[in-house]
Nanobody, 121 residues
């Protein structure tokens, strides 16, 4: 079984910063692509940022230049540094990971439980 545990959400004023963390644990053969998604009330879940096992990244246009995704492969952890936060960044943020399991490394998709980020005007 694989678990993704997120931390770092909270309430911050506009212009402030937060850093989210997501640690993967369990019988992991390989930790491949990892990503952060978010879902605001009444809206669909959207991709915020993603990072491959090799460190290549991509971002939603709305967060480019403000957010940075990174990972520590030794700790099986992905981070999301969020700067210059705006009220429209308010959402539940979810960690996602593609995990290779078993002797053949078949890939499975896992999600964290979500962490609330609230940005006040």
């Amino acid at each position: 079984q694989v678990q993704l545990v997120e931390s770092g959400g909270g309430l911050v004023q506009a212009g402030g910063s937060l850093r989210l963390s997501c640690a993967a644990s369990g019988s992991i053969r390989s930790l491949n692509a990892m990503a952060w998604y978010r879902q605001a009330p009444g809206k669909q879940r959207e991709l915020v940022a993603a990072i491959t096992s090799g460190g290549s990244t991509n971002y939603a246009d709305s967060v480019k230049g403000r957010f940075a995704i990174s990972r520590d492969n030794a700790k099986n952890t992905v981070y999301l540094q969020m700067n210059s936060l705006k009220p429209e960044d308010t959402a539940v943020y979810y960690c996602n990971a593609v995990v290779g399991l078993g002797s053949l490394g078949h890939e499975y998709d896992y999600w964290g439980q979500g962490t609330q980020v609230t940005v006040s005007p």
